[in-house]
């Protein structure tokens, strides 16, 4: 089993940048795939990026590609999003998530953390 905690949100400008960390207790955490969701005010949560338990493969939806970067440091037990060029609509709550399947699918994930809120102001 693994815990989850983000951290690194907050609120920030249109067209800034911001990085949210993921930092996980276990020893397996190395063995788990890392996606990172969000979800916004009525909104469903939706997918924002994934990486392998390498961190060899990276995944993101279209609309995040070039602006978002995810990463893993397996020896720090921690996984990051870069996040350039903010836009108001990236607005959100976000999660970080463990499983065992490169997925862009939550249900495919096991394991949560409790969220982080990221504002963008217009």
């Known amino acids: 089993q693994v815990q989850l905690v983000e951290s690194g949100g907050g609120l920030v400008q249109a067209g800034d940048s911001l990085t949210l960390s993921c930092a996980a207790s276990?020893?397996?955490?190395?063995?788990?795939?890392v996606g990172w969701f969000r979800q916004a005010p009525g909104k469903e949560r939706e997918f924002v990026a994934a990486v392998t338990q390498s961190g060899s493969n990276r995944r993101y939806t279209r609309s995040d590609l070039g602006r978002f970067t995810i990463s893993r440091d397996n020896a720090k037990n921690t996984v990051y999003l870069q996040m350039n060029s903010l836009k108001p609509e990236d607005t959100a709550v976000y999660y970080c998530?463990?499983?065992?399947?490169?997925?862009?699918?939550?249900?495919?994930?096991?394991?949560w953390g409790q969220g982080t809120q990221v504002t963008v102001s217009s």
């Open positions: 998530a463990g499983g065992s399947y490169f997925s862009a699918n939550d249900d495919q994930y096991d394991y």
């Open positions: 276990g020893r397996t955490f190395s063995s788990y795939v």
